[in-house]
């Protein structure tokens, strides 16, 4: 993978007045504004949520600014996914979209500061889940992109280093939901796309095993939006697997919950 340059940061002169106030550190975020921003990315309104969330990457308490440049990264990888659309030339859509350049440095900006910041907290504290689950996801949030969004074969040696990670998280914690996501849906892509003869180099994977533990991870998830990420996740993998009146059910309990999802709408409306 050739990750695009970083977002160069230009930093803009304050009026004389203000080098006289004293600074103060930026504030952990209140469970209010986190839970709002992941309200807005499950209902489909991914710009918002961006948006929502980019104050809160500026926490000095590191697990609640990885959550957000995960969910950050999320929001402008869904966002770039529905600028490009449906059609099967991913780079000529690629190459036609306007705000998608910027949106690709920022997420590339995420994904650098964030796995930085998962690693210094790494390097003090070995045994810190949140922070080893965020290096993961972090990786496969650029994974992701690439090689589902963009249809890019590139940087799949990474998915050794992020199963390495959400190994690691759920031998200490084994009902470590989202992880047990991720890691489903490492699975999963190892299963159906990679070539059968390469399939051992990423520790193999298996698609049906990976459906199952997408379900368990629904039925077992108490936290609201750790149940919605494993949710979305089983919907997006029973449609893969034309498992369409399976798909509905799910699709029909999450429109429940995310009633302006305008993708569950337009499924559920098919």
Request: hydrophobic share 45%.
């Amino acid at each position: 993978m050739h990750p695009p340059r970083l977002v160069t940061i230009l930093i803009v002169a304050a009026p004389l007045w203000a080098a006289l106030t004293p600074i103060s550190r930026p504030q952990a975020p209140s469970p209010s504004a986190l839970a709002e921003a992941q309200r807005l990315f499950y209902s489909g309104k991914y710009k918002e949520a961006a948006a929502a969330v980019a104050p809160l990457r500026l926490s000095d308490v590191p697990a609640n600014a990885l959550a957000a440049y995960e969910l950050h990264s999320s929001a402008l990888h869904f966002q770039i996914r529905d600028l490009l659309g449906e059609g099967k030339d991913r780079q000529k859509a690629l190459r036609a979209c306007g705000p998608c350049a910027g949106l690709l440095r920022e997420l590339e900006a995420d994904v650098v500061t964030g796995r930085a910041t998962a690693a210094t907290r790494l390097a003090v504290a070995p045994n810190d889940v949140q922070a080893r689950y965020y290096q993961a996801k972090l990786m496969l949030n650029r994974l992701w992109l690439q090689n589902g969004t963009l249809g890019r074969r590139t940087g799949l040696g990474d998915y050794r280093a992020a199963r390495a990670d959400l190994d690691r998280v759920l031998q200490r914690v084994p009902g470590h939901i989202r992880a047990r996501v991720a890691r489903a849906w490492i699975d999963y892509f190892v299963d159906s796309r990679v070539p059968w003869g390469f399939k051992w180099v990423f520790g193999g994977g298996d698609r049906k095993k990976a459906v199952i533990a997408l379900q368990a991870a629904v039925a077992e998830a108490s936290d609201p939006f750790e149940k919605a990420e494993a949710e979305f996740g089983l919907w997006n993998a029973l449609v893969r697997e034309q498992r369409t009146a399976d798909a509905r059910v799910v699709a029909q309990r999450l429109l429940t919950t995310f009633p302006e999802n305008s993708e569950l709408k337009k499924f559920l409306g098919r």
